[in-house]
């Protein structure tokens, strides 16, 4: 499509990664090994770029759970299409991380 | 394993994305500081269970530390975004046309207060506080090079005011001297005073309250209020009271401020003779005489010039006649006369071309090329009061020199600061970028000399807008003579930081 925007390798792996479904800020940085400091302002673009998006968890799951309530992250339909494109110009992204590992939660 | 107290790690974290939320633009702080917050305790949870507390506590402070640039980031991002209601402060940043412009106004203005606050330079700046100053002149022998020096013996002033005049009006005269001053409250003081035909005050044209019984009895002292303040604890009683000069006995009549006082020599009282001879002053003494000029016969003399008189001998002699509103010794003839001088020394300090600055269809090049003479003017003209009243400033600063030297001080500080402001608006001005003129950073040595021949060598700027680069040739050659301007093409924007550095044209 040629009004997907073009992503850098790493953008690339964190969409890759949150479409594996390693859907919040954390788990993306020990799936991808790459630092907070890379992971969540790249996240933030993603989600200006409208190639990801973000919503808080139920306070009454997180309750149960006793911990803090997390926001998640998901694609978007734009998101989708970036990621196909990108995997076509690093074909070594699905290696590094399978999608197999979950699909994305809503 | 060694186990660590949690509780002050976790209050150091907290604290560390309560810090860098501060980054974080307002309407965002609340949720990021909340996602931050969330993610660490799942962080602190994660890694408290797989390291040892040393380790453990290293990778959490690690992953607080991202937190930073992570705020940073939203920072920028919102700062490209402001809304271009705020273009005019964003066109203010360090460098720019309208920040040097802004730094010129501060320091012309900054300079005009000075010169208001210092009391030599207000009184410089001041009209004459003498009546019909265009009528006043002081006479002095054409000998003496120093207009300081008095060159009049008291017998010459007696015989022209005796005789009939058709020229001047009126004459009085005034002899310097150094004399102790003793009142009875106080100890004694040596004062300079000028001892003075009675008239001195009314030829120019400042009032003196003298009472008339006691005009007759002894002279009349006045006395600066600078000097009552120093030698007699600013008596506010002292008018009305007898002093002692020398061996003589004076009326104290009134206090004036001494910036009145512009005529030759500093003086702190003026002992005024009960006669307008000024009989009391021996013949031989010497002093300067000052004259009044009949209305009709101002017209044709010009502010200098000598003429013939009878001396007491009765023979003539040649005498200098200097208008007190004489114009070469103004403040602001002094200036021009400095400026111009600077300006006509400038070349030979600085190359006088601004550059070459081509056409180019990717910028818009005329109103720019308008623009850019428009902030040369600017600067040009806001340089002007700076060197001004700076030079004022510096000539008048110590209130004590006298008048003759502060011209040449202001001479001086005049014609450098002139040099050296020129000077600098010439560079600056080739510094500047044609189509944003901000200033060109980042100076590059390209080339190397011994490789002349074959291509330039020299210093390139560049524009931190994106605009263009400057070639500045180091060695002035016959293909290469002044520096020159590079557009770069709109692909080229991609690799600037500073987009938002938009042409002034």
Known sequence: MAGEPKLSHTAAMILQAVNAGTIYGFSVMETTGLPSGTVYPAMRRLERDDLIHGHWEAQSIADAEQRPPRKYYKLTRLGKATLEASRKRYPLLAKLIPSEAGEPVA | ?505
């Open chain 2, 1 to 505: 394993m060694k186990l660590l107290p949690i509780l002050p790690f976790a209050l150091c974290n907290r604290a560390m994305l309560r810090a860098a939320a501060a980054l974080v633009p307002r309407s965002q702080r609340e949720e990021w500081h909340k996602e931050w917050q969330s993610e660490l305790w799942h962080v602190r949870d994660s890694c408290c269970t797989r390291h040892t507390e040393w380790q453990s506590e290293k990778e959490v402070a690690a992953f607080c530390f991202g937190a930073f640039q992570d705020a940073f980031h939203l920072h920028q991002h919102a700062r490209e975004n402001l809304p271009k209601t705020r273009s005019l402060s964003r066109a203010f940043y360090s460098g720019s046309a309208l920040h040097s412009l802004a730094l010129l106004a501060f320091l012309a203005a900054a300079a005009f207060a000075v010169s208001n606050l210092l009391p030599g330079t207000r009184l410089a700046l001041q009209p004459s506080p003498y009546r019909d100053p265009e009528h006043l002149l002081v006479i002095s022998s054409p000998h003496s090079t120093q207009s300081a020096v008095p060159t009049i013996h008291a017998d010459q002033f007696r015989i022209w005011a005796q005789r009939r005049q058709h020229l001047f009006s009126s004459f009085a005269f005034y002899q310097p001297q150094v004399k102790p001053v003793t009142l009875s409250t106080h100890p004694s003081a040596e004062l300079t005073i000028a001892r003075a035909s009675s008239n001195l005050f009314d030829l120019l044209g400042i009032h003196i309250p003298l009472d008339p019984i006691a005009q007759g009895e002894m002279p009349a002292l006045v006395i600066t209020r600078e000097a009552l303040a120093q030698y007699f604890s600013e008596d506010r009683n002292i008018t009305g009271q007898i002093v002692r000069i020398g061996l003589r006995k004076a009326k104290v009549v009134a206090v004036i401020p001494a910036p009145r006082w512009t005529l030759p020599g500093h003086m702190d009282a003026w002992l005024l003779e009960p006669d307008q001879q000024a009989a009391a002053i021996p013949d031989n003494a010497r002093g300067f005489l000052v004259a009044r000029l009949n209305p009709l016969d101002k017209n044709h003399l010009t502010d200098q010039w000598d003429m013939s008189a009878p001396t007491p001998s009765g023979a003539a002699a040649d005498f200098t006649c200097a208008s007190l509103t004489l114009p070469s010794s103004t403040p602001r003839s002094i200036f021009l006369f400095t400026f111009f001088l600077s300006l006509l020394a400038l070349p030979a300090t600085t190359s006088l071309p601004l550059g070459e600055y081509p056409a180019n269809h990717h910028k818009p090049y005329g109103r720019g090329h308008l623009l850019r003479w428009i902030f040369l003017t600017a600067k040009f003209a806001l340089i002007l009061p700076i060197l001004y009243f700076g030079s004022l400033d510096l000539a008048y600063l110590n209130p004590s020199i006298d008048p003759v030297t502060s011209q040449y001080i202001q001479i001086v500080t005049g014609f450098c600061t002139s040099l050296f402001a020129l000077r600098w608006m010439l560079r600056d001005q080739r510094q500047r970028c044609p189509v944003c003129l901000g200033k060109l950073t980042n100076p590059a040595r390209v080339g190397q000399p011994s490789r002349n021949f074959l291509g330039w060598n020299g210093t390139e700027l560049i524009c931190i807008g994106g605009h263009g680069l400057l070639h500045v040739p180091e060695i002035q050659t016959s293909w290469f003579s002044t520096q020159r301007w590079l557009y770069l093409d709109p692909s080229w924007d991609v690799l600037f930081s500073e987009p938002h550095l938009a042409p002034l044209t």
